[in-house]
């Protein structure tokens, strides 16, 4: 797994496609579109021998049927209640929670989280020995995904989750949205030192156009609200926003801090 490189490749205005690939075989994660995906394998001579899905939207899934135009016997991964109802009809290969997939081409092991919220079938690709997860619109770097078809309980509990893998797990997630993430993350959280360090660090990055993903689990921990239901400081101000009764619970935080970023 040592010569494994994992690609970035930028997509639409703010999306990543995430491309895990060695000298000769690539799989590709959530593939929006096909077109810099191609124009990647073809420069790169690579041979497509995965397409790997996070959930049903479009700008996950918007280049899976030209990208089987160009490479016809690759499989999809995806979740399996997406392919039963047949909302994603290209996945060959569904998979729920617990299933592992080997990628000898790479070789390369995925493990499946199942982690609902942001849809009901959405997937995360663990993966320990290259210490990475790719959580699509789950976990974003310093917030974390619109709750379009889960419950607020689902959505802490997928995030609980993840917040269980090693601190140094890096976070692939989907979109550039962290300088707007932490925004809001010090609004909910002002006190926070490593929070404040961090956003001054995402804006200089970004000025200079670079991007602010992978994250880290262990930085995430530190300073993204959605991950810290359970800190005092956090609590306290939303409390004195009078955003929260006192001594919630860590759902009550979660779904008032869920609610608040809605209209950020
Ligand atoms: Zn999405």
């Known amino acids: 797994m ?104 790479l070789p390369l092991r995925l493990h499946v989280l199942e982690v609902p919220g942001h849809t009901n079938s959405h997937l995360a690709w663990y993966c320990p020995e290259l210490a990475s997860l790719f959580c699509g619109d789950t976990l974003f770097a310093g917030g974390c995904g619109r709750l379009f078809e889960g419950t607020p309980a689902q959505m802490l509990a997928s995030l609980q989750t993840i917040a269980a893998l090693p601190a140094e797990t890096a976070i692939y997630c989907a979109h550039e949205y962290t ?21 001054e660090q995402v804006r200089e990055a970004r000025a200079h156009n670079q991007a602010t993903v992978p994250s880290l689990l262990g930085l995430e921990l530190q300073t993204n609200p959605f991950l810290r239901t359970d800190s005092a400081g956090l609590i306290q101000h939303l409390h004195s926003l009078k955003r929260l009764p006192s001594e919630p619970d860590p759902l009550q935080v979660f779904t008032a801090l869920r609610s608040w970023k809605n209209s950020f």
């Open 179 to 199: 300088l707007s993430n932490l925004r809001f993350a010090l609004a909910a959280e002002p006190d926070n030192t490593n929070l404040q360090r961090r956003f």
């Open 2 to 105: 040592k010569n494994l490189q994992i690609q970035a490749i930028p997509a639409f205005s703010d999306n990543y496609l995430w491309l895990i690939h060695n000298t000769s075989s690539a799989i590709i994660v959530d593939p929006g579109d096909a077109t810099p995906v191609l124009a990647y394998l073809n420069q790169h001579q690579l041979d497509l021998c995965a397409i790997v899905l996070t959930h049903h939207h479009s700008d996950h899934i918007g280049g899976v049927t030209e990208l089987l135009r160009h490479f016809p016997a690759t499989p999809v991964y995806g979740a399996l209640a997406d392919q039963l109802n047949g909302r994603i009809a290209a996945i060959t290969h569904g998979c729920q929670q617990g299933d592992s997939v080997d990628f000898p081409q």
